[in-house]
């Protein structure tokens, strides 16, 4: 008798894309980002999208993740081989786009890559949000529902839901009623967190209808990403650029045209969700997953004792100084070396950075090999539970309530440095408060 192999016999009918988008977005990420593309940024001991293929590997009848962006082809080669090796039931691969297309644009132009194999379901992560991703309750949702997609939303307060997409829904049949990408006035609290399920037959379809469209009426040609909050539109045939220009986003195009469908539904999380935005979010995320990692008894964890205050994460080959006290929230890289006495709270210190005896450190990002002095303090301010925002307002100035050191720099000894941002290689020799050190 003719033997099937297994692979075959499973059919898989959910794919899952991960857009991890280019080296020009990403920019409010500076200036980590000048060191590692933000989706490689380690938060809670893993990369950014480590957190997201994790979630994804929950899924069961999933084989194979596309990581969708227009990154150089080297850069996840590393991250791919290292999962592949993590996760071996899984096929891991990145396509690149030549060029930006958008967040719908790049999975219309790897259609028959990701249609291999027939999948039902596509799911599709934004890789800059951090959350606990529940996507066992939007696929329990897309069946009950025989939905055409389901989104991920959350509520938050009234004076940023306009930072995002936002969900008019039925409360009730959780039916989305009206999807409006940024708008310019309050229409709901219910926001887009930027994590849907798909039905393969109608998303392709949907974009498809889309790129028709454009050429019958006005569309919107720079569109409202939050990295780019101004929009122009267009009328049709004004512009060949325009005519020629293959970016198609999800939110703009495609969404609010769903919305008039009776099939697409939202699944409200109540846990917690975060965008990673500005380098300063990252602290924000590495506590939200660290906090996660500790709920469920994570063994990557360190133990707590009178000097580990839950939850910490010590990469295995730093070297911590039994009297130094580290935590809540703290992530400690690869060879760092913490001395005696030292105090770490909310930061991140990166992988070779050095924080000597007597040194605090709070609110704060460590560059890679970066030097804080005996007795110095780098310090921000903490962030207010359920703020979307990394930025406050000290003496009338906006400046960013989390401290980051970039690569190789040196703090000196008992030198205070308060709500500063510094690009890599800079020396602090003196005091500093509410500055960007360039
Ligand atoms: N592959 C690819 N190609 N990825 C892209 C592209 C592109 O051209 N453009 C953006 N991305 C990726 C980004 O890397 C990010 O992971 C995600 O798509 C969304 O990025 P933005 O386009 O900057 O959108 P946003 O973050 O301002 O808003 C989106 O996310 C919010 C939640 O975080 C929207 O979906 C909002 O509605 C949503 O609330």
């Keep these: 008798m003719l033997q099937v192999p297994v692979r075959e016999q499973s059919q898989a009918s959910t794919k899952a894309v991960i857009l991890v988008g280019g080296p020009s977005r990403g920019t409010r990420f500076r200036p980590l980002s000048l060191d590692v593309p933000k989706p490689l940024f380690e938060v809670a001991g ?50 690149r786009e030549y060029t930006a297309l958008g967040t719908a644009g790049g999975l219309y132009h790897f259609r028959d890559a990701i249609l291999k194999g027939k999948p039902e379901r596509l799911l599709v992560l934004n890789a800059d949000v951090c959350c606990s991703f529940p996507l066992g309750e939007m696929m ?20 940023t839901a306009t930072n995002f997409g936002c969900i008019v829904s039925d409360s009730h049949t959780k039916r989305v009623l009206h999807y409006v990408e940024k708008p310019e006035s309050h229409i709901s609290n219910l926001i887009n967190c930027g994590v849907y399920l ?33 929009s122009s539109f267009i009328a049709a045939g004004d512009d060949e650029d325009a005519e020629k220009s293959e970016v198609l986003r999800l939110e703009q195009d ?19 969700w975060r965008q990673i935005k500005t380098a300063g979010s990252a602290v924000p995320a590495n506590a939200l997953y660290l906090q996660k990692a500790f709920q469920a008894e994570s063994s990557e964890l360190t133990p707590p004792s009178a000097t580990i205050v839950p939850p910490v994460y010590i990469h295995p080959t730093a070297s911590v100084d039994p009297t130094a006290k580290l935590g809540p929230n703290v992530s400690i890289g690869p060879r760092v070396v913490i001395g005696a006495g030292a105090r770490v709270k909310d930061s991140i210190v990166l992988e070779d950075a050095e924080i000597r005896h007597d040194a605090c450190v709070m609110h704060s990002i460590i560059g890679w090999s970066s030097r804080v002095g005996a007795w110095a303090r780098v310090e921000g301010t903490p962030i207010p539970i359920g703020s979307h925002s990394t930025s406050i307002v000290k003496q009338g100035i906006k400046v960013q309530s989390i401290t980051i050191l970039g ?19 800079k020396e602090l020799k003196r005091d500093v408060a509410n500055e960007v050190i360039m």
């Design 407 to 425: 690569k190789e720099c040196g703090v000196g000894e008992e030198v205070r440095v308060q709500n500063c941002v510094c690009l890599p290689y």
């Design 198 to 230: 798909f039905a393969t037959e109608c998303i392709f379809p949907a974009i498809r209808s889309a790129i028709k469209r454009r050429t019958t009426r006005p569309r919107l040609l720079s569109y409202p990403s939050s990295d780019n909050l101004e």
């Design 254 to 272: 495609i969404l609010s045209d769903l919305a008039d469908s009776n099939r697409f539904f939202v699944h409200e999380t109540k846990d917690f």
């Design 46 to 95: 893993h990369p950014i999208i480590h957190h997201c293929l994790k979630a994804v590997t929950k899924v069961p009848d999933v084989r194979e993740v596309i990581l969708v962006g227009y990154y150089d082809e080297s850069v996840f080669r590393d991250f791919i081989k290292d999962a592949s090796k993590e996760y071996p039931q899984l096929r891991i691969v990145y396509l």
């Design 140 to 159: 329990k949702l897309f069946e009950e529902k025989d939905a055409e997609a389901v989104i991920l939303g959350t509520r938050v307060s009234n004076d």
